[in-house]
Antibody, heavy 128, light 108 residues
Framework: EVQLVQSGAEVKKPGDSLKISCKGS????????IAWVRQMPGKGLEWMGI????????IYSPSFQGQVTISADKSISTAYLQLINLAASDTAMYYC?????????????????????WGQGTLVTVSS | EIVLTQSPGTLSLSPGERATLSCRASQSVSSNSLAWYQQKHGQAPRLLIYGASTRATGIPDRFSGSGSGTDFTLTISRLEPEDFAVYYC?????????FGQGTKVEIK
């Protein structure tokens, strides 16, 4: 069974840094991209960036470039999202999600552009 | 940057009714790059549809996706009690993923 299990809720103070983890199991971790998605309270989904554990290729959303760092430790099948210089506006639920290498559409294999499995989310609260 | 606009913002329907959700892109996009997700309160999103019209594994056939170009639709043929949730469309293009703002399907 494919699972993405994220680290637990965090309460931080403004200016703190934080590293959230996402452990994959039930599949070949290095063959699937891992994305991070933010959801602020009562709001929609925002793509933050994506990381390929196979070769550490990373793409950041321009909205989050320089504000976050995505990484992974292949040896323990775990991806990370690091947030620095936290502010109250970083209070949100953060999800990791897996992007498969291919999609099977209309009888053909094509590159996939969706996220098929999601972690349970990590709630980050930033408050003084 | 492509913007996805979902409508309506909220859809009030009764169980058994048909739900039609719209996702409009600010410019033409490839159908391969369009997906739909369901998010129930307090839960992570769940993939419903990818490639605009292919149901993900385990998704009931009352969910269907259609459309091309700039206009895409998610249809729920007969609403079940567990279908009341928020639905998001998502697009990939130019090494970026974007989500629509969501449509809430609520019980009338």
């Amino acid at each position: 069974e494919v699972q993405l299990v994220q680290s637990g809720a965090e309460v931080k103070k403004p200016g703190d840094s934080l590293k959230i983890s996402c452990k994959g199991s039930g599949y070949s971790f290095t063959n699937y991209w891992i994305a991070w998605v933010r959801q602020m309270p009562g709001k929609g989904l925002e793509w933050m960036g994506i990381f390929y554990p196979g070769d550490s290729d990373t793409i950041y959303s321009p909205s989050f470039q320089g504000q976050v760092t995505i990484s992974a430790d292949k040896s323990i099948s775990t991806a990370y999202l690091q947030l620095i210089n936290l502010a109250a506006s970083d209070t949100a639920m953060y999800y990791c999600a897996r992007r498969p290498p291919y999609a099977y559409v209309w009888g053909n294999y094509t590159p996939s552009y969706y996220f098929d499995y999601w972690g349970q989310g990590t709630l980050v609260t930033v408050s003084s | 940057e492509i913007v996805l606009t979902q409508s309506p913002g909220t859809l009030s329907l009764s169980p058994g009714e048909r739900a039609t959700l719209s996702c409009r892109a600010s410019q033409s996009v490839s159908s391969n790059s369009l997906a739909w997700y369901q998010q129930k309160h307090g839960q992570a999103p769940r993939l419903l549809i990818y490639g605009a019209s292919t149901r993900a594994t385990g998704i009931p056939d009352r969910f269907s996706g259609s459309g091309s170009g700039t206009d895409f639709t998610l249809t729920i043929s007969r609403l079940e009690p567990e279908d009341f949730a928020v639905y998001y469309c998502q697009h990939y293009g130019s090494s970026r993923w974007t989500f629509g703002q969501g449509t809430k399907v609520e019980i009338k």
